[in-house]
C-alpha cells in the first residue's frame, strides 16, 4: 500500500517556474515506477512524465520535454517534478501516481499505476 500527497502547486506567469513534490508512505517506495500526469478541464488525464524504480530511466511526453525534469530520491520517499518555462497550455491538475514495477520500464497508460494522490493545481496566466 502506498499513499501519495503533492504539493507545490500554484500560481505563475507564463515562463515561470515551479517545482511539484509528492511524498510517499509505505516501505516499499523503491519498488514503485512513478509517474506525473495532469488533467486539464474537459479533457482526459494525460501522462506527463516517469522515471523507473531507481531513477536511472526517465521518459516525457513531448509537450513538456526540454521543460520539465521528473526526479526521485528514494531514501525520503519523495519523486519531484521541476517544471520550467511554464505555458498557459500547462494548466491542469498535475497528479503524482505509483506502478508496481521493477524494471527500466515506465508505463505511460494511466491504467498501469495503481496509487494515486489528491492532485495539486497548477495555473499558467498568459
Known amino acids: 500500500q502506498v499513499q501519495l500527497v503533492e504539493s507545490g502547486g500554484g500560481l505563475v506567469q507564463a515562463g515561470g517556474s515551479l517545482r511539484l513534490s509528492c511524498s510517499a508512505s509505505?516501505?516499499?517506495?523503491?519498488?514503485?515506477?512513478m509517474g506525473w500526469f495532469r488533467q486539464a478541464p474537459g479533457k482526459e488525464r494525460e501522462f506527463v512524465a516517469g522515471i523507473n524504480w531507481s531513477g536511472s530511466n526517465t521518459n516525457y511526453a513531448d509537450s513538456v520535454k526540454g521543460r520539465f525534469t521528473i526526479s526521485r530520491d528514494n531514501a525520503k520517499k519523495t519523486v519531484h517534478l521541476q517544471m520550467n518555462s511554464l505555458k498557459p497550455e500547462d494548466t491542469a491538475v498535475y497528479y503524482c501516481?505509483?506502478?508496481?514495477?521493477?524494471?527500466?520500464?515506465?508505463?505511460?497508460?494511466?491504467?498501469?499505476?495503481?496509487?494515486w494522490g489528491q492532485g495539486t493545481q497548477v495555473t499558467v496566466s498568459s
Open positions: 501516481a505509483a506502478a508496481p514495477i521493477i524494471a527500466n520500464y515506465i508505463p505511460v497508460p494511466a491504467s498501469s499505476y495503481n496509487y
Open positions: 509505505g516501505r516499499t517506495f523503491s519498488r514503485y515506477a
